[in-house]
């Protein structure tokens, strides 16, 4: 490809907006129109689709393991179009449905589990097999046009990187060690809009100061395993539970998952994953990990009830930065800078949820092939 024949893109973020960005455009460009397509994603990490991911831990001297879903656990399809862009992935068995019964209690006392109500989503719920992991990385791999670079960080952009001598302007990214990543028609930005504040701090970015307007918060995830289910506190026991997801409305929890009822997940070592209130995780994140880890163990026993006898085999917390967005929804999205052909979107810009990556992304590829 070369630079007159061929439009290229720049993704920064290979989160699950940034990935199906990329796919919405391999779909439409042709449409619309006549030169070659070039996407480069760059990726921070060492993989894609950060925000539904998992983690796992094998148990020692066998071959069984814990895992869990870190990030977000599942998700609903609730527009046509979402399903229509989701439909291969569930033909592939990729995207399996998960009928979750969801107990809702009012603290996290113990004493009132039994006289929880349990309900189900309202929307079909979808959780990716054989891990969180595996759809973003479908995602990836269906991209013809695209190229992934990993480990990749980009560095804050400035307006001396547009050159605007050309028909159209063209921006100049560099990595963090200062070297020349690329020259691109067009520059999308889906990382969290504290980092996407920091890309664009010193630039005259024509909607800069309505990045930092949505708030994001932290979230902490707890990650509880044991050795088998004969070990489980009794609350957990198959016998007498009838939840597989519990939802706490006041206390320093917020939800509480239990991993190996999921589909396909039962060849799992009993693994249960907490999610800590975000408003809570805020408030803490930056307080000392151990004292964090303490407080939500002390909680999470609370609602559980272990003993010495059926404490879990294995603890491990993760802290999200950016977790959640609190305030209203931006209005029009993507922010757009159409001097400079510079886009900022992802999930926070919406409801923060796997379908509101659909959406923004949906919006931008808009604005991309149709820009005027």
Known sequence: MTDTDTTRIAIIGGGLTGLITAALLERDWAT???????????????????????YRKPQTDSA?????AMGVQSFSAKSDDFKHFIAPFIDANTLVPWQSRIAHIQSGHAEILADSSIDTPKHPCYISSPKMTSWGRAIAERLTHTEIQFK??????????VNQQGKTPRTELYDEA???????????????????AELFADTSFAAKDKISAPTMQACYTLMLG??????????????????????????ILDKIFIEHDKPEHGHLLPSVTIHADNAWSEAHVDEAQDVVRASLIKAVQDVLG?????APTHIDMHRWRYAATTDNPLTPVPLMDVQKRWLVTGDWCGAGSIEACYQMAQASVTRVIQPS
């Open 32 to 54: 619309e129109n006549k030169q070659k397509l070039g996407i480069t994603i760059f990726e921070k990490s060492r993989g894609v689709g950060r925000m539904a991911t998992r």
């Open 178 to 196: 200062g070297n020349s990543v690329g020259m691109f028609d067009w520059v999308i930005c889906t990382a969290p809009n504290v980092q996407a």
């Open 306 to 310: 272990w003993d010495a006898e059926t």
């Open 152 to 161: 990749t960080r980009i560095a804050p952009l400035t307006d001396s990187a």
């Open 226 to 251: 044991w050795q088998d289910k004969a070990h489980l506190p009794a609350r957990l026991q198959d016998k007498t539970r009838q939840w597989s997801v519990l939802s706490i409305a006041d206390g």
């Open 64 to 68: 069984e393991e814990w895992q869990w």
